[in-house]
């Protein structure tokens, strides 16, 4: 389990977070949901100990995050940053395979896991191909596999983490479908995952927990008909909305 | 395992076919005197070359790793010029006595290290931010820096006497023609470690191209590996500068070549670069012995024509990335 213990963030003077209290339980999904400028992305640094809190605590399976040993976290928490600025003819699987770094679990191992890491993205077709050729969504996928090959198997050094930052702004109709059902999967294996993502009903159909931030406070938590209210879209967002129900999921369905 | 046998194929045959060329070309008949010339000038020679082209190339290789942009180089970012201020420095305060005696080249050396060691460290922190390394920015500061060199060693050319002068100017068109034993040795001593440590960073680096903070997402400790890298290719383009003089774009073509062959891989780029380095090093410097022999070519200027034309196209290519 991932807590986040009044975690505060200010940079020269400027207040970025305040005051964060989260807890993000093995097997949960939580979207981290709010404007631009809302402290998302700084909230997901701070979470995966990238960044210091000015003050409170992000634990992480009962340790404090900045003591974990760099390699011993890097085995149970995965990472995936909005765009990665690789710049060299990897090809996908070679780049999947860097997720196996933190792990010494032999070649033959670390290729199956990437290759079925790579499948798993619906990218297998890219396995021998330039990261350079690829498209922008393409890449997108080849981290994610990248990410997952890292956390792939449970381990003995306690839950997993799985980290997203806007997994699936590059993505189609249909990759976005893919990446809810992965990140549900994952889930199922009690893996928890955060992921700050824009598409307010792309959160509701798969996160278990919304986080709403709104100038670098909590406005709200909890499930998705709990926070996607009219009430509360009107003054974060700043937009009238409707709410409806998804037809087939049941979940609230935001219409602006 | 086809990656292994490709890497090991390409050391067999680029260590096999280039010495024997070189012997080929001076071992006809066996002379005494031919065995003498062999044992005392050629083989240094030969020595010397491929120590040198080795670790220029896989400096480059860990320097655009660590850059994250291949068009990193140590003589186009200013690291070379910075190595030869430092020995240049080293030349004219040492004098000629220091010179003369043993110490001339330890000395000169360390001055090339602290010098390229200064060099990159500035080159690094005004190129690099959180986003990755601008090529601008990078080869501004390199022209930046190689400018200040360059009048640092105007200065001290000036004030030099004529053997001095004729000293500072022929080492830095970049020669090799020195060549004996004790730099041989010193260059062995320098080259050899850094060529078993630099791979085993490989796997390390080839995160650090995903970003940094990718890269300490993977546990990578970030920060450690740019001071040790950064050291490292400082003293190994220092000490190569001490003994050859700037002898450019070694670092940058074999890296790119090698690259083209097996792939981007530091656990095989590494190695690889070296082994096609020394090659291609010992071709160039034999091609200065012999275009105009008995004249010599600094073997730096045949490096830098065949170089230069290779560095415009790859900045034609980057150039159709960006705007295209």
Not at chain 1, 198 to 227: F, S, T, Y
């Amino acid at each position: 389990m991932l807590e986040a213990q009044h975690l505060s963030l200010s940079i020269s003077d400027f207040s970025l977070l305040q005051d964060i209290n989260l807890q993000l339980k093995s097997g949960v999904v939580t979207a981290i949901i709010g404007p631009n400028g809302a402290g998302k992305t700084s909230l997901l640094r701070l979470l995966c100990g990238e960044m210091k809190p000015s003050s409170g605590e992000a634990i992480f399976n009962g340790i404090p995050l900045d003591q974990w040993q760099p390699k011993q976290l890097a085995r149970i928490l995965g990472v995936l940053p909005q765009g990665s600025p690789l710049n060299f003819p990897f090809t996908a699987r070679e780049v999947v395979m860097m997720g196996r770094i933190p792990h010494s679990t032999g070649l033959e191992k670390d290729t199956e896991i990437a290759d079925a890491a790579l499948e798993s993205v619906g990218g297998s077709y890219l396995d021998k191909r330039p990261y350079t050729q690829m498209s922008g969504g393409e890449k997108q996928r080849v981290q994610l596999a990248r990410v997952l090959a890292q956390i792939w198997e449970p381990d003995e050094r306690g839950d997993r983490v799985l980290i997203l930052d806007e997994p699936t702004s590059a993505f189609d109709l249909a990759h976005q479908q893919l990446t809810l059902n992965i990140v549900k999967k994952f889930a199922q294996q009690r893996v928890s995952v955060v992921m700050v993502i824009h598409d307010l009903n792309l959160a509701a159909a798969c996160a278990d927990q919304l986080v709403m931030l709104d100038c670098g406070k909590i406005a709200a938590q909890g499930a998705p008909e709990v926070v996607l209210t009219t009430a509360l879209i009107e003054k974060v967002f700043n937009v009238s909305a409707s709410i409806g129900v998804h037809p087939n999921r049941g979940s609230p369905l935001v219409i602006v | 395992m086809l990656v292994a046998s490709v890497l090991y194929g390409l050391l067999s045959g680029a260590a096999d076919i280039s010495p024997s060329k070189i012997f080929g070309l001076f071992a006809f008949g066996h002379l005494d005197m031919d065995h003498r010339i062999l044992q005392m000038i050629r083989l240094p020679r030969v020595l010397l070359a491929a120590l040198a082209g080795a670790c220029l190339a896989s400096c480059g290789a860990v320097m655009q790793g660590l850059f994250r942009n291949p068009l990193a180089d140590p003589s186009l970012i200013g690291v070379s010029s910075g190595a030869s201020v430092g020995a240049s420095c080293v030349i004219f305060f040492g004098g000629a006595s220091l010179i003369g005696g043993g110490l001339g080249l330890p000395a000169i050396a360390i001055g090339a290290f602290v010098g390229g060691l200064l060099a990159t460290s500035v080159v690094y922190r005004l190129a690099t931010s959180v986003s990755g390394t601008s090529v601008a920015t990078m080869l501004l500061a390199g022209i930046a820096i190689t400018a200040l060199s360059g009048a640092v060693t105007s200065l001290f050319s000036f004030f030099a006497d004529n053997e001095m002068l004729r000293r500072i100017s022929l080492w830095q068109m970049g020669n090799l023609d020195g060549a004996d034993w004790s730099r041989v040795a010193a260059m062995a001593l320098a080259v050899i470690p850094l060529i078993l440590i630099l791979p085993r960073e490989g796997q390390a680096l080839n995160a650090m191209l995903l970003g940094e903070s990718e890269a300490r997402h993977l546990g990578v400790a970030v920060e450690k590996l740019k001071r040790r890298l950064i050291l490292l290719t400082a003293l190994g383009v220092g000490v190569a500068v001490a003994v050859s003089g700037i002898v450019a774009f070694v670092g940058l073509i074999v890296p790119h070549l090698v690259r083209l062959l097996i792939g981007p891989d530091h656990r095989y780029l590494i190695p690889g670069s070296a082994i096609l380095g020394a090659a291609l090093l010992l071709l160039a410097d034999t091609l200065a012995r012999t275009l105009m022999s008995p004249a010599e070519l600094p073997t730096g200027v045949i490096t830098a024509l065949l170089g230069a034309p290779f560095f415009v196209v790859l900045l034609l290519q980057q150039r159709q990335k960006i705007v295209g």
